[in-house]
Nanobody
């Protein structure tokens, strides 16, 4: 089992910045990747960004490219999401998620929520004009 706890959410004005962190504990030695998703009220959960644990390959949804940066701290089992130039449409509950090591020959789609096996409770981000 892997436990995930997010922090760093809050309220910020349009154009501001926030840095989210997700601390992982438990069987973290089995981590293949970590990702961030968000869900706004009345909307479906949406992929934001992901990073593979060993290579550090990153993936972003188009709406955050150039504004958000995902990074990992392998020594402390933490993944961060630096969010700059925030917009009102970035308002949502942000959750981090974990992907265990893949079986040989299998593939992974970072944008698909079902590909992740453990989830944190989320941290609220509110951006107002």
């Amino acid at each position: 089992q892997v436990q995930l706890i997010e922090s760093g959410g809050g309220w910020v004005q349009t154009g501001g910045s926030l840095r989210l962190s997700c601390a992982a504990s438990g069987r973290t030695e089995s981590t293949f990747a970590m990702g961030w998703f968000r869900q706004a009220p009345g909307k479906e959960r949406e992929f934001v960004a992901a990073i593979t644990w060993s290579r550090g390959s990153t993936y972003y949804t188009d709406s955050v490219k150039g504004r958000f940066t995902i990074s990992r701290d392998m020594a402390n089992n933490r993944v961060d999401l630096q969010m700059n130039r925030l917009k009102t449409e970035d308002t949502a509950l942000y959750s981090c998620a974990h992907v265990a090591l893949l079986e040989v020959g299998s593939t992974w789609s970072p944008k698909i929520a079902d590909e992740y096996d453990y989830w944190g409770p989320g941290t609220q981000v509110t951006v107002s004009s």
